[in-house]
C-alpha cells in the first residue's frame, strides 16, 4: 500500500523563476493539504484540495497555487519566486479532510539561488 | 489565533532515560492534537493522536497526555534509545476548522547519547 509521494525529492531554482511540486495522495485519500516547513520552523498551511478545490487557505500570497485532478494528486505552484521560498514542502493526505488524521509525504526540497 | 508552543527546543540526554517534551496551545477550542516525529531532511511520521475528549494515548514506550482546559501537552519517552533522536513536532487542528487544518508548534529536537 503506497504511502503519499512526492516529486521531485530535491530542486533548486533562481528568484523570480516558476516551480511545480507534485504529489500523490495514499491510497484511499481524496483530500490533499500543503504545508511549508522553513528551516528550524514548524510547518506552516498552505491550502487544502478536496474534490478538485481549495477548500482553505492559509496565509500565503497567491503566487502560491494549486490544483488537484480527478485521480486526487495534487499539484503546487509558486511563480516569481523569492529567497524566503526556500523551504520543505510537504504534501498530506487523509479522507475527506474534516479533522481525519494525515498521512505525510517526505516533502520536495527547494531552494532558491 | 492558535499559537503552539514547544519547549525545549533542543535536548540532549543519556542513553536510557526518560525524559518529557512539552507542548502548549492558547487557544482550548481543539478537536485533537497529534505528536509527529521528523528524521532530518524527512517528512513526518505520526506517533500519537489524542482526541480533545481524551486525556492519553499510549504506544509502546510513547505516552501523550493532553489538558486541554490548562492547554497543554506532554510527550513522554520511557528508556530513551539512539533511535529516538529526532525533531518532534506537536500539531492541534481547530474546532471551527472544516479541513482539519493542522498548527504546528516548532518543534523539540532530541538527541540521545549511547
Known amino acids: 500500500d503506497a504511502g503519499v509521494t512526492q516529486s521531485p525529492t530535491h530542486l533548486i531554482k533562481t528568484r523570480g523563476q516558476q516551480v511545480t511540486l507534485r504529489c500523490s495522495p495514499k491510497s484511499g485519500h481524496d483530500t490533499v493539504s500543503w504545508y511549508q516547513q522553513a528551516l528550524g520552523q514548524g510547518p506552516q498551511f498552505i491550502f487544502q484540495y478536496y474534490e478538485e478545490e481549495e477548500r482553505q487557505r492559509g496565509n500565503f500570497p497567491d503566487r502560491f497555487s494549486g490544483h488537484q485532478f480527478p485521480n486526487y494528486s495534487s499539484e503546487l505552484n509558486v511563480n516569481a519566486l523569492l529567497l524566503g521560498d526556500s523551504a520543505l514542502y510537504l504534501c498530506a493526505s487523509s479522507f475527506r479532510g474534516a479533522n481525519q488524521p494525515q498521512h505525510f509525504g517526505d516533502g520536495t526540497r527547494l531552494s532558491i539561488l | 489565533k492558535q499559537e503552539v508552543t514547544q519547549i525545549p527546543a533542543a535536548l540532549s540526554v543519556p542513553e536510557g532515560e526518560n525524559l518529557v517534551l512539552n507542548c502548549s496551545f492558547t487557544?482550548?477550542?481543539?478537536?485533537?492534537l497529534q505528536w509527529f516525529r521528523q528524521d532530518p531532511g524527512k517528512g513526518l511520521t505520526s506517533l500519537l493522536l489524542?482526541?480533545?475528549?481524551?486525556r492519553e494515548q499510549t504506544s509502546g514506550r510513547l505516552n501523550a497526555s493532553l489538558d486541554k482546559s490548562s492547554g497543554r501537552s506532554t510527550l513522554y519517552i520511557a528508556a530513551s534509545q539512539p533511535g529516538d533522536s529526532a525533531t518532534y513536532l506537536c500539531a492541534v487542528s481547530l474546532l471551527s476548522s472544516n479541513t482539519g487544518k493542522l498548527i504546528f508548534g516548532q518543534g523539540t529536537t532530541l538527541q540521545v547519547k549511547p
Open positions: 489524542i482526541q480533545s475528549s481524551q
Open positions: 487557544d482550548s477550542a481543539i478537536y485533537n
